[in-house]
């Protein structure tokens, strides 16, 4: 049995208490703390009794093996650095940074020491995810041919310092360009500023992903919270509810020509969506016990995927703010 691996949190934000309350449950992990410059996050933190840091340099006066990186987006690039420098394998929130020239950097200085890498998208590791990452693998959608995803609902107070595309696209992008294996070209972007007067609130990406039609729908202002994603193709279609957990298949089939009404509504009623195992877990966890594999020597997923779905939400702002800016109307 190796010995325990130290692993922080620097940043105890929304998501940092996360990382943290799992952290501190998983068997072979000894959690090293918390970092943040806020009294009221340290003092948080303390009355769950974990350790806390004012800074970095503090933290790495101590044992340590890996870190969590989940300051605020514009401060993941100089934490990240910091931290590569001293030795430390991080896992990073996602997006890798808030350009590409960052996260270029982050990844060419963690492969230059042979540290471990990884970027937090954690829908990568939502069950029913995996279930149909399966279904795909084992050829029973056959060849895809269409993508869609949704992730649509009101604004978390908490994001300061992104759009939507960049704070919660990016998600899907990443998601889709991980199931099928593939860089995604962006073709087209539409959205505005519905309720916000200075960023992007609601977005429609077109994207290419290696011959597949994707389109991916994401907003802060539908009333009702929605996550999903289909996939089409020759041989079958998926749809994935990533917040229920929940995978459902349904195999290739010939149109039929029916007599009545009754029996054209019938026909797609019943039996068509079958329900797949889905055993619910929490993502984040999953997320964490893969870093941990990863600082024990297990091979790190190829961090230039997320620098690809942030190089996409990146180009959709663009492309969207520039049509604003010509007055076009969405
Ligand atoms: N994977 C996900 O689903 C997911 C969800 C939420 C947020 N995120 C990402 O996580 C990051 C943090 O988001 P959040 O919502 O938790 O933000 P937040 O504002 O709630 O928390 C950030 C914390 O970082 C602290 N901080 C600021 N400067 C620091 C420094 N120099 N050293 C240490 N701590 C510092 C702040 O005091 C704050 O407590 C963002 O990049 C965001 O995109 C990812």
New binding site residues.
Partial sequence: MSAKLAIAV???????RQHARNLANIEGVDFAGV????PE?RTSAESRGYRTFLS?EDLLKNPLDGAVV????A??YP?SLQLIDAGIGVLI??PIAQTIEQGTQIIARSRSRGLPLMV?Y?ERFNPAVIAAQGLIRDGLVGTPLQVTTRRVGTWPA?VRD?NVIV?IGVHDIDLISFLLQTNLTLLDAQGGMAVFNDRIDYASLTMDAGGVAANALVNWVTPVKIRDMTITGLAGFLQVDYLRQQTHFAPGRDFVVTESYEDFITQYEEGVLLECPVVRREPLRLELEKFVSLLHGAECPDPEIALGSLRIALEATEMIESKLRLGATT
């Avoid at 620097?10 to 940092?16: E, K, L, M, N």
């Avoid at 970092?35 to 806020?38: I, K, M, R, T, W």
């Avoid at 989940?70 to 987006?73: D, K, Q, Y």
């Fill in positions: 620097v940043g105890f934000g929304a998501i940092g970092v943040d410059p806020l996050a970095v989940s300051v605020p987006t401060l993941h934490i929130e996602k937090g954690v908490r992104a704070d």
